[in-house]
């Protein structure tokens, strides 16, 4: 039987509010770069939050911060909540923080009931999502699910010649624990939606069902810089026509599968106004949720580079710079958050991450899935980030409440 418990959406806020003290902007965003001063202080903040509702605080190598509450049975592995305190250079107040804090008021609503789970519940605050100071992003989770190694970790440098095992150390947060010893049995991550459809839709929850698989290329159409005025039109190899054509069509071949193209980086050279381009090297980022159709799209793609160089006299290349296969969430996850949506009546509707999270290095590793909440306007890794309080203590009560049926579950 479950219990009725309702978080504090007042509480939530203000905790939302004094931590965005730390490394506040005269914009009334965050910049609170991982490993930082500011990130060290907003750790030593959630730190003490933790302990003072009587939970241990283990630290990992990798500097994951895993808040455990006991449960009554001490053989069960936790069932875990979580997300990130580090932001954007120019960051807002809720990409990530939603997460963990929105799990903090779960474990003080289940603390000041004195509500005792079976399973312990763990609330992680995971090193370096965002990526911003040390590339890759998300590499505290990805350290947690073997994806990459301490080492690896360790080894990336900040635009200022700073290891990130260096910048760890200094702050302290190195723990002695081995991420991923401290397993999980499923994993639940709070988070805005980053994007607009919610708000849109008027939807108060994301039922997050996965994560859209990402390939990204390099491209380039290489055709024969010429004289503008002195070339007809039917003899040019012109390598920006070639580019405009395939671009057109690249965009069609998204739409036609409901997935995602974008071309973010181009350039045409020579670069002047009186030479036709010999040569436009761009980028291309196609998404889809499932793998089949984004292989579909990205074949299509080809063909469309290849047809327009060949329509103008041009060679081509595609060359693959990053692929990341579409993470489906945990069935039994998704089923929590939807019934719990049912529970509490709140407008909800099935959608898929189109951005990275946490979250998709632990379903490598342990049952999971995300709750999202709208954010104003879609917009995101912007100082001007902006989400209700409402919206925010639904997400929470959600968490609480897919979190405890998970608990219960026979
Ligand atoms: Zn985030």
């Not at 991550?189 to 997050?208: C, F, M, R």
């Amino acid at each position: 039987m479950l219990a009725n418990l309702t978080i504090d959406s007042g509480r939530l806020w203000d905790m939302l509010m004094e931590t965005a003290t730390i490394g506040g902007t005269p914009k009334g965003g965050i910049r609170r770069l991982s490993l930082s001063d500011e990130d060290r202080r907003v750790r030593d903040w959630f730190r003490r939050e933790c302990e003072a509702l009587g939970c241990t605080v283990h630290v990992d190598t990798a500097g994951n911060m895993v808040a455990v509450r006991p449960g009554k049975d001490r053989t069960k592995k936790p069932i875990a909540m979580g997300s990130h305190l580090d932001t954007q250079p120019t960051g807002g107040k809720f990409d990530g923080i939603l997460g963990v804090l929105g799990g903090l008021e779960v474990m003080k609503t289940l603390h000041q009931a004195g509500y005792e789970t079976n399973s312990p519940i763990a609330l992680v605050n995971w090193t370096n999502e965002e990526g911003a100071r040390f590339s890759p992003s998300m590499v505290g989770s990805a350290v947690y699910a073997g994806v990459y190694s301490q080492a690896q970790m360790d080894a990336y440098k900040d635009k200022d010649g700073v290891t990130q095992g260096e910048a760890l150390d200094a702050i302290g947060y190195r723990g002695p624990e081995k991420p991923g010893s401290l397993g999980f049995q499923a994993y639940f991550e709070l988070h805005i939606e980053q994007g607009p459809i919610l708000e849109e839709e008027g939807q108060t929850i994301g039922i997050v069902t996965g994560i859209q698989g990402i390939k990204w290329f390099t491209c380039a159409i290489l055709g024969r810089e010429s004289h503008a005025g002195t070339t007809p039109m039917a003899y040019r190899r012109d390598a920006l026509a070639a580019f405009a054509e395939a671009a057109t069509e690249i965009r069609k071949i998204a739409l036609d599968h409901g997935g995602l193209a974008t071309i973010g980086i181009v350039s045409a050279h020579p670069g002047s106004p009186n030479i036709i381009p010999g040569e436009v090297r761009f980028t291309l980022d196609m998404r889809h949720h499932q793998d089949a159709e984004l292989k579909q799209m990205v074949t299509k793609a080809r063909v469309a580079i290849a047809e327009a160089s060949t329509r103008h006299d041009a060679a081509y290349t595609v060359e693959p710079l990053q692929d990341s296969p579409a993470q489906p969430f945990d069935e039994t996850c998704i089923a929590m958050v939807r019934a719990a949506t049912e529970k509490l009546g709140l407008k909800a509707r099935e959608i898929t991450s189109g951005a990275g999270h946490d979250a998709m290095y632990t379903a490598r590793v342990c049952p999971t899935s995300m709750i999202f909440v709208p954010c104003a306007e879609g917009l995101s890794h912007n100082e001007a980030e902006s989400a209700t309080q409402a919206d925010c203590g639904h997400g929470a009560q959600v968490l609480l409440e897919a979190v405890l049926a998970y608990d219960v579950r026979g």
